[in-house]
Nanobody, 125 residues
Framework: QVQLVESGGGLVQAGGSLRLSCAAS????????MGWFRQPPGKEREFVGA????????YYTDSVKGRFTISRDNAKNTVYLQMDSLKPEDTAVYYC??????????????????WGQGTQVTVSK
């Protein structure tokens, strides 16, 4: 079992930055690929990006490429989502998720095994 807890959400003006953290407890963190998802108000959950177990590869959805960066610190059992140049359309509840396969980076949420509770990010105009 893996428990995930996100933090770092909040209110920011357009063009600003936020860094989300996702702390994991449970099993060997490096055995898990980690994904970030978001759910905008009134919309379905969508994939943001993912990182392999040792952080050697990342993958992002087109709308955040060049603005968002995923990293991880396996010594701290934590994955990060650095969000720069934020836009109002980035407003959403952001979730981290763990996939029990270190080198696999699925876009589909149903393929992830564990989820955090989410953290709200609001970007004002």
């Amino acid at each position: 079992q893996v428990q995930l807890v996100e933090s770092g959400g909040g209110l920011v003006q357009a063009g600003g930055s936020l860094r989300l953290s996702c702390a994991a407890s449970g099993r060997t963190f490096s055995n898990y690929a980690m994904g970030w998802f978001r759910q905008p108000p009134g919309k379905e959950r969508e994939f943001v990006g993912a990182i392999t177990g040792y952080g050697t590869n990342t993958y992002y959805t087109d709308s955040v490429k060049g603005r968002f960066t995923i990293s991880r610190d396996n010594a701290k059992n934590t994955v990060y989502l650095q969000m720069d140049s934020l836009k109002p359309e980035d407003t959403a509840v952001y979730y981290c998720a763990a996939k029990s396969a270190a080198v696999y980076l699925p876009r589909e949420g149903r393929l992830y095994d564990y989820w955090g509770q989410g953290t709200q990010v609001t970007v004002s105009k």
